[in-house]
């Protein structure tokens, strides 16, 4: 029998479900790399697999005017998008769980821009929230002027909006000259909840702009940045350039989009990640746990004691999201398109495990 030190590291090693970009990229988007590997293209997005990949988004949204832009990864996409959007006395509207707010190291309040953070039960956005921003910025132009809201689907809680929450949203933003922007890094999480009305076509309708979010769900990096507003479009190339995101290969980015979206593939990781958070949660259900938040996504917040935590903490790795009180922490398990039937098991095991502790 020969010996791998790589087998031996693998059984050591606790599994993670800390995120969903824990491992590399779906096998199909490997082999379509490969195979287009000698191929020659244009660059800077130009390339046929790029155009290819915004004609795919275009048809899907059914909106074929909307322009589309491939960047590396989520906080650059939330960067460039709103760093273009806005003036520079301009400022952002964003729920308190908010990524920009909360887990981009002040990416967009380095660019001058201020975030005007929202508290929300449930890491959702509402009109009457954004509504009180404005009222008290009203002392112009001694303040910041209230131009772009943010929201995430899912949300970093996990949550969805609903297609009339959209459009709420929409038509407030509409009324007081807002540009709204979506945070799309799990948007087929999303759109693939058991509890979801919305449409890829209603982010081509009901949004200014949107990312369409592929690190997170299968791909080895890569975000969309979807931009609906016409008014928008112009000159975004020219902030791609200058934040340094236009890909000399940028071809590396539109095979990837091209491969999950051409039969749907994309949709098909979104639910499998999601049935398998199912199934985990509800084995925490079965032991009587509540959590954070309501989910049907690929990520869950069970709330668990310290002692359940240091037990489960033994063979697989999570993050320790919000403490409740001094005895109790809820705790974020997310699962990827990648997670095993196994692993998943093995995880419920170990919950069931817990019901005494």
């Not at 303040?143 to 929450?165: C, D, F, R």
């Not at 949203?169 to 000259?177: A, I, R």
């Not at 997670?339 to 817990?354: H, N």
Request: proline content about 2%.
């Amino acid at each position: 029998m020969v010996f791998s030190p790589f087998l031996f590291i693998f059984i050591n090693m606790k599994f993670s479900f800390k995120n969903d970009y824990a491992e590399g990229c779906h096998p199909r988007i490997l082999e379509a790399l490969s195979a287009t590997n000698l191929v020659q293209q244009n660059g800077y997005g130009l390339d046929d697999y790029c155009l290819n990949a915004e004609h795919l988004i275009q048809k899907k949204i059914n909106n074929p005017r909307a322009k589309v832009h491939f960047v590396s990864g989520g906080t650059q996409a939330n960067l460039i998008v709103i760093s273009a959007f806005l003036r520079p006395h301009e400022s952002v509207v964003s729920p308190a769980t908010g990524h920009i707010f909360t887990n981009e190291s002040g990416a967009i309040e380095a660019t001058g821009h201020k975030v005007h953070a929202v508290e929300t039960e449930d890491g959702k956005i509402r009109p009457e929230d954004i509504r009180k921003v404005i009222d008290v910025h009203q002392n112009k132009p001694h303040q910041v002027k209230q131009k772009l809201v943010y929201i995430s689907n899912s949300t970093e809680v996990g949550t969805i909006y609903s297609k009339k929450e959209l459009i709420d949203l929409y038509q407030f933003c509409q009324e007081n000259n807002l540009f709204l922007f979506v945070d799309g890094a799990r948007l087929g999480h999303a759109l693939k909840a058991e509890t979801n009305d919305l449409t890829l076509e209603d982010f081509g309708k009901y949004t200014d702009a949107f990312y369409w979010g592929g690190t997170k769900n299968g791909a080895l990096i890569g975000e969309a940045i979807v931009i609906n507003n016409e008014d928008l479009q112009g000159e975004f190339g020219f902030h791609l350039k200058q934040k340094g995101a236009m890909l000399a290969k940028g071809r590396l980015l539109g095979i990837q989009f091209q491969e999950l979206l051409k039969d749907d593939l994309y949709f098909d990781l979104a639910n499998l990640a999601n049935q398998k958070a199912m199934k985990i949660k509800k084995s925490f259900q079965e032991i009587g746990c509540h959590f954070l938040s309501e989910t049907f996504t690929n990520q869950i917040f069970p709330i668990l004691n310290n002692s359940q935590i240091e037990k489960l903490s033994e063979n697989f790795d999570f993050y320790v999201w919000k403490k409740i009180d001094e005895d109790k922490s809820a705790v974020r398990i997310i699962t990827s398109w990648a997670t095993s039937d196994e692993i998943v098991e093995k995880l419920i095991a170990e919950i069931s495990s817990l019901r005494n502790s």
